[in-house]
C-alpha cells in the first residue's frame, strides 16, 4: 500500500481507503454486527489506514462499530467522519435524504455525539456531509477553524452529494483552501471530478480529491453484468437500465487495461483515478472480503503508462463511440444540469 497527504495537512491517507457506509447501512447488503467488524479489520490487515464514515450512515451505527473495530490500533489508523445531517429529530424514509442543519450549535453538538461513539478525542478529517455553498456561513468557517485550533481535527473537508454534480459547493471549498473535496468521480463519470482538479491547478490550492464510487456503481469492478439482477432496495438499482447497458460496452473497450492479468478492471479503475496527484485516496464500496483484497492490492499494481492514460483519453472525448443516451442525465447534477452545462465532459488531465 502507497500512502498520500490530505492538502495543507500532515494528515496521511492510505491511496485506498474504507467507506464504512456498507457496513453503517444494509443498503450495500445484509450483515451481522460481527461480520462488519471482521470485514473492518481485515482491511487494517491488508494495510489500509483510512477509515472514512459519517454520522447519518445508520444513524450512528457506522461510527459505533468503527470504534468498536478500531480500538486496538487507533493510533495506526486515520478517522474521517462527516456531519450535518439532523437525524436525531427527523425519522429515515428509505434512501430519502434527511434535512440538514449546519448552523454552528448542531455542527459542534454532532461532532461531540460522532466522537463519542468511535470512542476518541479527535478524528484527523472532519468533513460537512453534502452542505449547500449557501449553508458554509462565514460562522461554519470558523467553527471549523476553531475545532482545528482545538486539536480536535486535524483536516477540513467538503462531501459532495448525494447527487453528482455540486460544481458551486467544490468550487467553493477549493477556494476556500479546504484540506479535501470528496466526490463521485470514476473513468465513466469525471464531471465534475476533472472540473475540480482544473480548478485546484489554476488557484495554485493544495486540496486533495477522495474519489469515491470509483468503479461506476459495479460496472468498472464487473460486479453488475449483463445477467445480473439486482435486489430490491439494492443501490445500484437507482441507476437507469441505460446507464448499465451502454456501461458495459465501455468496459469491453477498456479491457486493455488488464494487461493480460496484470492488473483486473478493478484495479485499474483505481489506478486511473491515483494517475491525478491531486487525488490522495480513493474509496470503493467494498462489499466483501474478497473485495479489499483484490481493490486494497490496487496500490501495488503497475501504474497506468502515458499510452494507456492517452488510449482513454480519447475514448472518453469520443464517448466510446456510442451514439445513444445512457439516460444519467437527471441523476449528474444539484440542480438538473444547470451548474454543469458549461463544464466540459471530457477528459481529466494527468
Not at 450512515?57 to 457506522?62: E, I, L
Amino acid at each position: 500500500m502507497h500512502y498520500r497527504t490530505l492538502g495543507k495537512s500532515a494528515v496521511e491517507v492510505s491511496e485506498v481507503g474504507f467507506g464504512a457506509w456498507v457496513v453503517g447501512t444494509d443498503w450495500w447488503g445484509d450483515r451481522t454486527r460481527e461480520q462488519a467488524v471482521e470485514m473492518v479489520q481485515h482491511a487494517v490487515d491488508q494495510d489500509i489506514t483510512f477509515f472514512d464514515t459519517g454520522d447519518v450512515y445508520g444513524h450512528g451505527n457506522s461510527e459505533e462499530l468503527l470504534g468498536a473495530a478500531l480500538g486496538e490500533v487507533r493510533n495506526e489508523i486515520t478517522l474521517g467522519t462527516k456531519i450535518g445531517y439532523d437525524f436525531y429529530n427527523n425519522p429515515q424514509a428509505g434512501h430519502g435524504e434527511l434535512p440538514k442543519d449546519c448552523s454552528p450549535e448542531y455542527l459542534r453538538t454532532a461532532f461531540d455525539r460522532s466522537l463519542d461513539r468511535l470512542g476518541v478525542d479527535h478524528v484527523e478529517l472532519l468533513q460537512l456531509h453534502n452542505a449547500n455553498v449557501g449553508e458554509i456561513t462565514p460562522a461554519v468557517l470558523e467553527t471549523l477553524d476553531t475545532l482545528r485550533e482545538e486539536g480536535r481535527v486535524d483536516a477540513i473537508g467538503l462531501a459532495l452529494g448525494p447527487s453528482i454534480g455540486w460544481l458551486a459547493e467544490g468550487e467553493f471549498a477549493v477556494t476556500e483552501e479546504f484540506d479535501a473535496v470528496q466526490t463521485v468521480f470514476n473513468v465513466f463519470e469525471q464531471v465534475p471530478g476533472q472540473h475540480f482538479i482544473d480548478e485546484i491547478r489554476k488557484q495554485a490550492t493544495e486540496t486533495s480529491l477522495i474519489a469515491r464510487v470509483p468503479h461506476s456503481s459495479g460496472l468498472l469492478n464487473e460486479q453488475v453484468t449483463p445477467t445480473t439482477e439486482l435486489a430490491e432496495g439494492d443501490h445500484r438499482a437507482y441507476r437507469p437500465d441505460a446507464w448499465y447497458e451502454t456501461g458495459w460496452e465501455k468496459v469491453d473497450s477498456l479491457r486493455f487495461l488488464e494487461r493480460d492479468g496484470e492488473r483486473t478492471m478493478g484495479q485499474a479503475a483505481i489506478q486511473w483515478l491515483l494517475s491525478h496527484d491531486e487525488v490522495a485516496t480513493v474509496t470503493p464500496t467494498f462489499r466483501t472480503t474478497d473485495d479489499i483484497d483484490e481493490w486494497a492490492a490496487a496500490s501495488e499494481t503497475p501504474p497506468l503508462s502515458p499510452e494507456e492514460t492517452e488510449r482513454v483519453r480519447g475514448l472518453v472525448e469520443a464517448n466510446f463511440h456510442i451514439d445513444r443516451d445512457d439516460g444519467m442525465d437527471s441523476l449528474r447534477s444539484s440542480v438538473d444540469g444547470d451548474d454543469l452545462v458549461d463544464v466540459e465532459k471530457g477528459y481529466a488531465g494527468n
